[in-house]
């Protein structure tokens, strides 16, 4: 079976993946459990993260909402 390729659409690294989607919606789950959910607005080469009109949930629950935040690129999951 083939490998999948930009030209078939597909990406083959998270990092290619994430800059394709910049605009949509996104979850990101930090060690600690917290997730944050907003609109993906850049990604770099470390996996470090900026959102938009973010808002947090601890527990599956909604605590704040943030306008931006950046999350490093070793603290979470996607």
Not at 16 to 35: D, M, Q, R
Request: proline content about 5%; hydrophobic content about 30%; cysteine-free.
């Amino acid at each position: 079976m083939s490998e999948p390729t930009a030209a078939s659409g597909l990406s083959t690294d998270p990092s290619s993946f994430l800059t394709e989607i910049i605009g949509g919606p996104i979850v990101v789950k930090l060690n600690s459990g917290i997730e944050y959910r907003g609109e993906l607005s850049s990604v770099d080469g470390y996996m470090n993260i900026a959102l938009e009109k973010t808002e947090e949930y601890v527990n599956g629950a909604p605590r704040k909402r943030y306008g931006d935040v950046f999350i490093r690129g070793n603290n979470g999951e996607i």
